[in-house]
């Protein structure tokens, strides 16, 4: 399975991207940070993510003042921004799942982990308590599979 968008889609994420999460002081927005790649290399080997991630930009290709307009591109942000709340709105589960695909990728990139101070490796070494006490209640309980 191909795990690319066309050059129109990546144009398409690229400019989705930058307006979900647009530029600071420091850091470019995060299309104009090339993320759209860590999006392919990550979340499109994923059927679940891809068919998602795929769904939402083709509909926002057909939808209707898309069309008529001739591209997203030809529309003015305010428009874009309807566009997007639209599917967020009523495509809810695959827009859960294209945003989380993009918030992912921009809060591991380097210059924003930098940037927002976060400490990774403070966050890799919490791991959760394990209770051996778990096992010893599990052992107790009687197979329900053993009484047919």
Same mark, same amino acid.
């Given at each position: 399975?191909?795990?690319?968008?066309?050059?129109?889609?990546?144009?398409?994420?690229?400019?989705?991207?930058?307006?979900?999460?647009?530029?600071?002081?420091?850091?470019?927005?995060?299309?104009?940070?090339?993320?759209?790649?860590?999006?392919?290399?990550?979340?499109?080997?994923?059927?679940?993510?891809?068919?998602?991630?795929?769904?939402?930009?083709?509909?926002?290709?057909?939808?209707?003042?898309?069309?008529?307009?001739?591209?997203?591109?030809?529309?003015?942000?305010?428009?874009?921004?309807?566009?997007?709340?639209?599917?967020?709105?009523?495509?809810?589960?695959?827009?859960?799942?294209?945003?989380?695909?993009?918030?992912?990728?921009?809060?591991?990139?380097?210059?924003?982990?930098?940037?927002?101070?976060?400490?990774? &490796? #403070? $966050? @890799? =070494? !919490? +791991? %959760?308590? *394990?209770?051996?006490?778990?096992? &010893? #209640? $599990? @052992? =107790? !309980? +009687? %197979?329900? *599979?053993?009484?047919?």
């Amino acid at each position: 399975m191909e795990n690319k968008i066309s050059e129109l889609n990546q144009r398409l994420l690229k400019d989705i991207m930058n307006i979900m999460i647009p530029k600071n002081d420091e850091i470019p927005a995060a299309g104009d940070m090339g993320l759209y790649k860590q999006i392919e290399k990550h979340f499109l080997s994923s059927n679940n993510h891809k068919k998602s991630i795929i769904s939402i930009l083709e509909s926002i290709n057909l939808h209707p003042n898309v069309r008529i307009s001739g591209s997203f591109f030809s529309i003015d942000l305010t428009e874009k921004i309807e566009i997007i709340r639209w599917h967020e709105e009523n495509m809810i589960d695959d827009f859960n799942k294209f945003k989380e695909s993009i918030f992912a990728v921009y809060y591991s990139d380097e210059r924003v982990v930098r940037k927002i101070n976060w400490d990774q &490796e #403070k $966050v @890799k =070494k !919490i +791991e %959760p308590k *394990w209770d051996p006490s778990i096992l &010893e #209640k $599990v @052992k =107790k !309980i +009687e %197979p329900f *599979w053993k009484k047919f």
